[in-house]
């Protein structure tokens, strides 16, 4: 037991030092790129309106004159404190502009996780119980077409269909950025579905194999000899094995999931994080991307350390090497 | 989603109510206390009741500097008629209307004093009556906060005059001040100290806010205490900011029964589905300023003539609005719907542009520097496609790049400031005291012009807008953009209109010219 | 020869199998499909400009015409050629993508092969690394980028590699692992070769194939990023002609002219498709894992 707490000590340790490392890359894109790159970003047909002066003003104005790692301390200070300081132009607090999206993109975030899980496990589980058969190559050639359409096409589809053809949802989402989160959950349904069909694909796909790999394996087969039910034997033994190498990835699922709300967020007028950061990307608003940069980072390692601890649970090798190791 | 309201209505219960209740008893007889300016068609039978909800494609271009929606400048959209009411308002013919003034004249023929007479018995949304101490806040509030540089450059002083008077006092003389004041910034609100005022979302409009995120929408109800008796017609009133694309879809899905500035090639999506579609003469103009204080190819101005004579202009009208032959822009401010605008001879003419440009030095066409533009209107990208097309026809090559519209305007003047990069701007239509003057005071537009031109040009225009008979104004506007023309400093491109698209139940819902002086008060829906 | 069920464990047989394995390919109809989609599309990014019977930016006629023998599938919202457009609508897309995952993979390939192989504290800092990248989200990454880089066409080639290397890293480095253990390394190591002539001989050509399948893949992948950047304002912009923007542009367009949307969004579809079924079938048929893939 004390060897398994060792080990979350270090995975807990290494999330942080890998954040760490997320928040000095944030910062490097961030604010000493384009100070080094301000030549380098301006078309040789611009370089015209500018005078000597105005580009040694532009490098001022993006403070390379103090040594980067001090720089890069206070950056990295104020992420960790959860003080994301204030807006550029405004200067009102970058935490009331962020707070409320970033809680309506978890809401939508998440429910489209467990949605998502739901439906690649329930997929792959059907598909794996017949490799190459109808059913399987059904459903494989479904989530390979909708993987090959853009999210913001199937969002658009869906809005159209749904919304405008059947009337289920509304088209557009109304409710403000602080509406009740109740409400926020209602409206987020749509845009689930349509993160989702387009994400589940991939997962699919992983899980398929997994579970086609475990259900040709030596222990599935002692359990069907001695007469277990096809059904049992899939979920008792096939599923925990064949999830692992979908957990591994979880880090990358969470972050494409992110990703893809962005773009969903746009097609349905979710009031989420996505927006303010495209508004952000336009104003330059630096401390406001660091900020969701950093808390986004933050929700995948967090997911990927919760993986981590359920590996540990499905996997019985993992367990007996950390009590052993 | 359904209201409890919209619930009741389904049932019919909200039908009969509003049918009983409300009927056009008492604002026929209010109606003739009204101004005629506000007189419905006729023949109108409007109905009391219902909601508009109106999706906006073209959003205010200053919310993202600040998050407080309750401010007029940082209202969701420019529509904000909706809450407030300013001094003046300029109906759909281009004249002036007293909007809260009843009243206005010159005190003398300096032109550098005017008088303003206030109505009398408004109420803000607070229950307090308007008196002249707001609209003189009100006033000093937008000259402290820079609401507008058409009023700045002239304003000296304001002075109450009595409870319902006020009095300007100019820097200079200006035959076309009460224009000025027509302007959507300039809303009249309740006094207050100078950090408070403008930020509450009180004014004397015909609709109280409720709820405002400036990033996405708003909800308003029917103001009873309307100054303007018998209106608003609506109960309700919503906006929210969308893109072409999500305005389409809430047209069709029925969730919005209006849409402002639709994109003109997805007209179709909202006729085919029986929505109606209203265009005004004239909307925001594209001007593509030309720097002329740097070296490059078009500080010859046979290059710029040339540049202008290849645009297709009347191409963009066919096939972008579907008005073959209508007005086209005359490189000047003006736009078709001034009654002093002036056309250039002959605005397109490729065999020219190419004799000038051989005369200039490039007989086999020219490479221009990229010029710039955000996509404030969402037909944009598809008429700089056509500008961009009809000038490689003439062998001028140019290319036209699309930014983001966040952070535009600090991108255009980061360098070469103040006059930036080659950018688009957008050009309103005023009146001509503005829009001529634009050319003078707008460094950025005039793009350093300069020579005996231009210093003509300013000089005429000094004369003109102190010149207080109005037949000779006019003509003095005909020569200032004759001016122009002959020099041609910058390039509009023209003909862009507004049009918006209503359900057809929503009824005398109009498209302005000036987008912001759009109204709601005399719109209602038939059930 | 049917009994080596193994062809990566011996590099030298694998090469005569490659023909055989080839067959095995070709006898499945949905490589064939596959392949047949990708060759299609290949043909059209190289030679698109020849086909094309108009100029794409060129104004040639009334905007929405119903496909003619002028016009074979018609004209867009401003009378431009539909199908020029369409035919060339995916030539930035794949060079950006091409040219960008081909620098990704090399420098994961090199990074991925020196902490697989090196191991030890190098392969340490290089995963840790790679474990911080990929914890922001690709959409917001390259959104940063695009902040330092700019927005042009040409600077999305760096993105599309930044984004793409660590993806890459990790399975170069997952298999160059498992090739380490393998008898044939092993000996080459007894032999007292050096440690890069084992990189170049041993290891790198026992690479090569699942190389080709990540290419394949993530230019896939990175030619739908790059539709939904467009469509987001960061990627490529008006009037260049690409699909993701056509596709965006018909969506405004779709209640009454379908088609529009049909034929932009049949492109980017049969793509994907097409490169996922290709890459599937090749890969079964040499015997790649697909569990190997990132």
């Known amino acids: 037991m004390g060897s398994i707490m060792n080990m979350l000590g270090r995975r807990l340790i290494l999330s942080f030092a890998i954040l760490s490392l997320t928040s000095l890359i944030v910062f490097l894109g961030t604010e000493v790129l384009p100070g080094d790159a301000i030549t380098a970003t301006i078309p040789a047909e611009e370089l015209a309106f500018y005078t000597p002066e105005q580009l040694a003003d532009l490098r001022k104005e993006y403070g390379l004159d103090r040594p980067l790692p001090v720089r890069f301390l206070e950056v990295w200070e104020r992420l960790f404190t959860f003080d994301f300081g204030t807006t550029l132009i405004k200067k009102e607090p970058v935490l009331d502009h962020i707070a409320h999206p970033m809680i309506n993109s978890g809401i939508l975030a998440g429910l489209a996780m467990l949605v998502m899980l739901g439906l690649v496990l329930v997929l792959g589980i059907l598909a794996s119980l017949k490799p190459g058969g109808r059913l399987d190559t059904a459903i494989s050639a479904t989530t390979l077409f909708t993987y090959s359409m853009p999210d913001f096409v199937v969002g658009n589809v869906f809005v159209v269909i749904f919304a405008v053809w059947l009337g289920l949802t509304p088209a557009v989402i109304f409710a403000p950025t602080n509406a009740p989160k109740l409400t926020i959950l209602l409206a987020s349904l749509l845009p689930v579905a349509a993160l989702c069909i387009h994400g589940a694909a991939y997962q699919f796909r992983l899980l398929r194999a997994g579970m086609v790999e475990a259900l040709n394996s030596d222990y599935v087969e002692r359990a069907r000899l001695a007469g277990l039910p096809t059904w049992y034997i899939c979920i008792r033994h096939a599923l925990p094995v064949a999830m692992i190498p979908m957990l591994n990835g979880t880090a990358q699922f969470v972050a494409g999931l992110l990703s893809g709300s962005v773009v969903v967020e746009t097609v349905f007028k979710y009031p989420g994080v996505g927006s303010e950061l495209l508004r952000a990307l336009a104003q330059r608003e630096i401390p406001t991307i660091q900020a969701i940069a950093f808390l986004a980072a933050l929700a995948v390692v967090t997911a990927n350390f919760i993986a981590d601890l359920a590996i540990l649970g499905l996997d019985p090798r993992v367990r007996a090497s950390a009590q052993h190791g | 989603m359904l209201s409890k309201r919209d619930f009741l209505q389904l049932l019919g219960i909200g039908f009969v109510a509003a049918g009983t209740t409300k009927i056009l008893g008492p604002d026929i007889a209010a109606a003739a206390d009204l101004p005629a300016w506000a007189a419905l068609p006729e023949g109108a039978s409007p109905k009391s009741g219902g909601k508009l909800v109106y999706g906006q494609t073209y959003p205010n271009w200053a919310i993202g500097t600040s998050g407080n929606g309750k401010h007029p400048y940082y209202w969701i959209d420019l529509l904000t008629r909706s809450i407030w009411n300013c001094l003046i308002w300029v109906d759909h013919d281009f004249k002036l209307q007293g909007e809260l003034a009843e009243s206005w004249q010159p005190a003398d023929e300096s032109l550098t004093v005017w008088d303003f007479k206030l109505r009398e018995g408004v109420m803000f949304h607070n229950g307090r009556e308007m008196t002249s101490a707001d609209a003189v806040a009100s006033i000093n509030a937008h000259v402290a906060q820079k609401g507008s540089s058409f009023i700045n450059k002239w304003f000296n002083k304001v002075e109450a005059q009595g409870q319902y008077g006020i009095r300007f006092t100019l820097n200079a003389p200006y035959a076309e001040w009460p224009f000025a004041l027509a302007e959507y910034r300039i809303a009249i609100v309740p006094s207050a100290s100078p950090e408070l005022i403008l930020t509450d979302g009180i004014g004397t409009g015909p609709f109280k806010l409720v709820e405002v995120d400036n990033r996405r929408g708003f909800r308003a109800v029917r103001n009873e205490n309307y100054w303007l008796k018998g209106r608003p017609f609506l109960d309700e009133l919503e906006g929210y900011i969308v893109n072409s694309q999500t305005a389409v879809n809430g047209f069709r899905s029925g969730q919005f029964n209006a849409v402002f500035n639709i994109d003109p090639t997805t007209s179709g999506q909202y006729e085919s589905t029986g929505g109606i579609i209203h265009k005004s003469k004239g909307g925001d103009q594209f001007l593509l300023s030309l720097p002329k204080n740097l070296n490059l190819v078009w500080n010859d101005p046979r290059i710029r003539l040339a540049i202008s004579l290849a645009v297709d202009r009347d191409a963009i009208n066919t096939i972008v609005y579907k008005d073959p032959g209508s007005w086209v822009g005359n490189d000047t401010h003006m736009s078709g719907l001034n009654a002093e605008f002036q056309p250039r001879a002959k605005p397109y003419d490729p065999e020219t542009a190419k004799r000038l440009l051989a005369e200039a030095g490039h007989p086999s066409g020219l490479n221009l520097p990229a010029m710039v533009y955000c996509p404030s209107f969402p037909e944009e990208p598809k008429i700089m496609a056509i500008v961009a097309e009809s000038l490689k026809k003439a062998g001028i090559n140019i290319d036209i790049r699309e930014m983001p519209c966040d952070g535009f305007n600090d991108y255009v003047v980061q360098v070469n400031g103040p006059i930036g990069r080659p950018a688009r701007s957008l050009v309103g239509p005023r009146n001509p005291a503005i829009n001529l003057g634009r050319m003078v005071t707008n460094a950025s537009e005039a793009a350093g012009w300069k020579g005996p031109k231009a210093d003509e040009f300013a000089s005429l225009y000094g004369k003109a807008i102190a010149e207080p008979d109005e037949a000779k104004r006019t003509e003095m506007y005909h020569e200032l953009q004759s001016i122009v023309q002959s020099d041609t400093p910058a390039l509009v491109l023209g003909g862009r209109r507004n049009m918006l698209a209503h359900a057809p139940s929503v009824q005398n819902l109009r498209s302005h010219s000036q987008n912001w002086s759009s109204r709601f008060d005399d719109v209602w829906i038939n059930v | ?294």
Do not use: C
Request: glycine share 8%; hydrophobic share 55%.
């Open chain 3, 1 to 294: 020869m049917a009994d080596i069920s193994h062809p990566s464990a011996f590099p030298s047989a694998m090469r005569k199998l490659k023909s055989p394995a080839l067959r095995r390919a070709l006898s499945e109809p949905a490589t064939v499909f596959g392949l047949v989609l990708v060759a299609i599309h290949l043909f059209l990014a190289v030679f698109g400009p020849w086909i094309a019977t108009h100029d794409t930016s060129a104004l040639v006629g009334d905007p929405m015409q119903i496909p003619s023998w002028d016009f074979l599938m018609g004209t867009d919202q401003i009378g431009r050629d539909y199908f020029s457009r369409i035919i060339n609508g995916g030539r930035i897309a794949l060079m950006v993508s091409f040219f960008g995952v081909s620098l990704a993979l090399f420098v994961g390939t090199a990074l991925g092969i020196t902490a697989g192989y090196i191991g030890g504290r190098v392969d340490e800092i290089i995963m840790r690394i790679v474990d911080a990248m990929m914890s922001i989200p690709e959409l917001i990454l390259i959104a940063i980028l695009t902040l330092a880089l700019g927005k042009d066409v040409l600077a999305l080639i760096p993105v599309i590699a930044i984004v793409y290397t660590w993806g890459a890293i990790r399975v170069i480095r997952a298999k160059t692992i498992s090739l380490s253990m393998l008898d044939f390394v092993r000996a080459a190591e007894l032999r007292g070769e050096s440690r890069w002539a084992i990189i170049a001989r041993e290891i790198f050509p026992n690479l090569t194939g699942i190389l080709g399948v990540e290419l394949a893949v993530r230019i896939s992948s990175a030619v739908l990023r790059i539709s939904a950047l467009s469509f987001l304002g960061l990627g490529i912009s008006q009037p260049t002609p690409d699909w993701g923007l056509m596709v965006q542009e018909a969506m405004g367009v779709v209640f009454t002219d379908p088609w529009f949307l049909l034929l932009p969004a049949l492109m980017l579809s049969s793509l994907i498709v097409g490169v996922n079924f290709m890459v599937d079938g090749l890969s079964r048929a040499f015997g790649i894992s697909s569990s190997e893939l990132g």
